[in-house]
């Protein structure tokens, strides 16, 4: 039980924060979402919302893509294969410990 | 420490109702109960308006019921996607989980019913009433949501106790329903208006 509770300390930093958790669970339970989504869901400011985004991606947890639907600019959001691993891990840890 | 799926599922649940869409969607739907109520309750039984509304009735609910889900999608897909961004949804793993949900709910209904039945006909209106209530709270998951559910209750035990006909106490209860969830919802759809008009002049 002690190990487990210790495995605490090995829970990824990047998604752990709890901004970015919001960001990675709902790309986790969606396919993908588009920035105005994301800032609706989560109410977090545009800045903040954009410095998380561009975070996750330097860590190669999520993709963006910039794109149209009709006349309108989408930003869309995806969860790598990557970030889905280190969600997963991030789970087991957390299920384990509590 | 927060469970990622607990968490995914309340920010689908937030952004789902941040609109007021699907309450105004409900509170539609209460009051075309309520409607048909006050109908039944006015028009000669062999008329043939009196047929109509119970057609309406009979096909207009399950239909709203099972197609507004997507009627909602479509119409934020189709007009709103600039304020209300855009997701695609995982295919559900098991569609017919769904379809058993549902057919257990009957099941439940139609066994409440049965159990009931012993009961004066008000007190069907008071379970519906706190039924509804309890629903409202456990679908919404915001305070908006347990107002509403706490006067849905309320006024089901309300007309219980007055001790109205069923046919009046159920058209009460749609009435003060439907009436709440479209003004909560109408309240909710100017704020998000309001709240997404960056969004729009800005752009992304």
């Known amino acids: 039980m002690g190990g487990k509770i210790a495995r605490l300390g090995e829970v990824d930093r990047i998604i752990h924060e709890p901004a970015r958790l919001m960001v990675v669970a709902l790309l986790a339970a969606v396919k993908e979402a588009d920035f105005q989504y994301l800032l609706n869901a989560t109410e977090l400011s545009k800045g903040n919302l954009s410095v998380h985004l561009s975070k996750l991606q330097e860590a190669g947890y999520i993709d963006i893509e910039k794109t149209f639907r009709g006349k309108y600019p989408l930003t869309i959001c995806r969860l790598t294969d990557r970030g889905r691993e280190v969600l997963a891990e991030y789970r087991r840890i957390l299920k384990a410990a509590l | ?204």
């Open chain 2, 1 to 204: 420490m927060t469970n990622p799926d607990v968490l995914a599922k309340r920010l689908l649940q937030r952004a789902h109702t941040r609109d007021g869409l699907a309450e105004i969607l409900i509170g539609l739907t209460f009051l075309m109960v309520a409607a048909t109520q006050y109908a039944w309750s006015v028009l000669p039984h062999q008329g043939l308006w009196f047929r109509v509304t119970v057609l309406v009735y009979a096909f207009g609910f399950p239909v709203v019921c099972f197609a507004g889900p997507r009627w909602l999608r479509a119409l934020r897909r189709r007009y709103l996607v600039e304020r209300e961004g855009y997701v695609e949804h995982l295919p559900r793993p098991n569609p017919w989980r769904r379809a058993w949900l549902v057919g257990v709910a009957a099941v439940a209904v139609v066994l409440a019913q049965v159990a009931l039945h012993p009961l004066p006909d008000y007190w069907v209106t008071g379970f519906t009433g706190v039924g509804s209530g309890a629903l409202a709270l456990v679908c919404g998951r915001a305070p908006r949501f347990y107002f509403v559910g706490a006067v849905m209750a309320v006024t089901g035990l309300g007309v219980a106790f007055a001790r109205l006909p069923m046919e009046n106490g159920f058209l009460i209860l749609f009435g003060v329903m439907g009436a709440l969830e479209l003004t909560m919802g109408t309240a909710a759809w100017i704020r998000f208006m309001g709240e997404t008009r960056r969004a729009v002049s800005d752009g992304r």
